[in-house]
Nanobody
Framework: QVQLVESGGGLVQPGGSLRLSCVAS????????MFWYRQAPGKQREMVAF????????NYADSVKGRFTISRDNAKNTVFLQMNSLKPEDAAEYYCYVQKGDRDYWGKGTLVTVSS
């Protein structure tokens, strides 16, 4: 049974940093690319970052390039999202996502609030 459990969200001031984690279980983590998505109230869910199974290739939404870094530790079945220089518009629920075969799997999310 695939499970994705996010953590690391919280309240941070503009310009601050947070590091999100997503621990995966129920599948062979090292075989799959992993995504971070986010959804702000009243907005569509959007892709934030992607990392290939081996970590050798990464993609980012234009809105976070140069500020966010995705990484993974395959030995710990964990994907990370380091978020720096946070802006109020980064406030959202952040989700970990994997597509395994023809099925989509989402975590329950972790809330990031950016406010002074």
């Amino acid at each position: 049974q695939v499970q994705l459990v996010e953590s690391g969200g919280g309240l941070v001031q503009p310009g601050g940093s947070l590091r999100l984690s997503c621990v995966a279980s129920g599948f062979t983590f090292s075989r799959y690319g992993m995504f971070w998505y986010r959804q702000a109230p009243g907005k569509q869910r959007e892709m934030v970052a992607f990392i290939t199974n081996g970590g050798g290739s990464k993609n980012y939404a234009d809105s976070v390039k140069g500020r966010f870094t995705i990484s993974r530790d395959n030995a710990k079945n964990t994907v990370f999202l380091q978020m720096n220089s946070l802006k109020p518009e980064d406030a959202a629920e952040y989700y970990c996502y994997v597509q395994k075969g023809d099925r989509d799997y989402w975590g329950k999310g972790t809330l990031v609030t950016v406010s002074s």
